[in-house]
């Protein structure tokens, strides 16, 4: 069955010059999403704007939900999960901003972030897309809203012990995350969780690439909008929190690890070539089998007590991916 808008009026009624379209994708996230929007209409004033919900068959009452709080909300219902690229596009075909906004439901501002990066777009030289600063739910940094471009390297070292040993380190493209200067900062990647940019520059690029089902869509993105000669900003003064896995964790055990390996093979065979793309997967086999020998080696130091749940994610994780390398994608992401 194919999707279906649900209801059709806007929070600001549309007109030839509208600011700003709002886009959020929904899955699971009704009671975020109801916060979410709370803080945007608290903090977001002097620009015309509509918000756009697209529900990817999660089917969760969040129709319902807009229809008694924000009736004003624009909203589709998908009749199948398109995934998160298909998705935004779907509904960004119906917006008339001219600016775009794509926002996680399980978001909330801190501080007006949409005036503060509406303001910067106009100011910053060669402005291609603009990021906020995300935090997690207990106030710290969300280290993942700026990145660099994968590669073979950063993602073989990727780490949280060697994120947090060298967190300046070009290899993860987060150094501009504790610089002391409160101004935005030319960067390689910037979270889907916060975007912005022109509509005009999303239409040049050719809107989101549906190669991916999630994760790297955002990354392309900003690549395709580096390569067409323009800048990816992180604005550290625009801050919202993001909770991070708000749909994701409620999806099949460790699907997300997978699929954010998937997602970067997907991109790297793509950007770099077939063979970049094969010695991708080539490194995780190594990886996986490094870490999971080195589990079992360290298994008797984690096997009892509350260590063991811990262990068995671990080892259950690399599993995973082992198989994934291997080529057996479909038995685990499936």
């Not at 399980?106 to 990021?131: R, S």
């Not at 912005?196 to 989101?208: N, P, S, Y």
């Amino acid at each position: 069955m194919a999707s279906h808008v649900y209801t059709e009026v806007s929070f600001i009624r549309m007109s030839d010059n509208m600011d700003l379209s709002i886009i959020i994708v929904n899955w699971n996230s009704k009671d975020y999403l109801q916060k979410c929007i709370a803080s945007i209409l608290a903090l977001t004033s002097g620009i015309t704007y509509e918000i756009v919900v697209i529900d990817n068959a999660s089917f969760d009452g969040v129709g319902e939900m807009l229809k008694k709080f924000y009736p004003q909300v624009r909203f589709i219902q998908s009749d199948k999960n398109l995934g998160f690229a298909k998705a935004n596009n779907t509904a960004f075909k119906v917006s008339s901003g001219s600016h775009i906004l794509f926002l996680n439901p399980d978001t909330e501002l801190f501080v007006p972030a949409i005036n503060i990066m509406f303001d910067y777009i106009h100011k910053l030289p060669k402005a291609g897309a603009l990021g906020c600063r995300l935090l997690n739910a207990d106030g710290s940094i969300q280290t993942s809203c700026i990145q660099s471009f994968p590669t073979i390297l950063n993602q073989l070292l990727s780490s949280e012990f060697l994120r947090a040993l060298f967190p300046k380190s070009s290899l993860w493209g987060m150094a501009a995350l504790f610089s002391a200067e409160n101004w935005p900062k030319e960067v390689e990647m910037i979270s889907g969780a916060c975007i912005m940019l022109r509509r005009t520059l999303f239409e040049h690029v050719g809107l989101f690439s549906e190669d991916y089902f999630m994760y790297a869509e955002d990354l392309d993105l900003c690549y395709k909008i580096k390569q067409a000669g323009y800048a990816n900003y992180y604005v550290p003064d625009a801050i919202a929190i993001h909770f991070g896995g708000g749909s994701t964790e409620k999806g099949p055990r460790d699907f997300s690890a997978v699929m954010m390996r998937e997602s970067a093979w997907r991109f790297l065979r793509k950007t770099r070539g077939r063979l970049y793309g094969l010695a991708y997967r080539i490194s995780m086999l190594i990886s996986a089998i490094g870490r999971l020998v080195l589990l079992m080696i360290i298994s008797p130091l984690y096997l009892i007590g509350n260590g063991r749940a811990s262990w068995n994610a671990s080892f259950r994780k690399w599993r995973v991916i082992l198989i994934w390398s291997l080529g057996f994608e479909g038995s685990v992401i499936n």
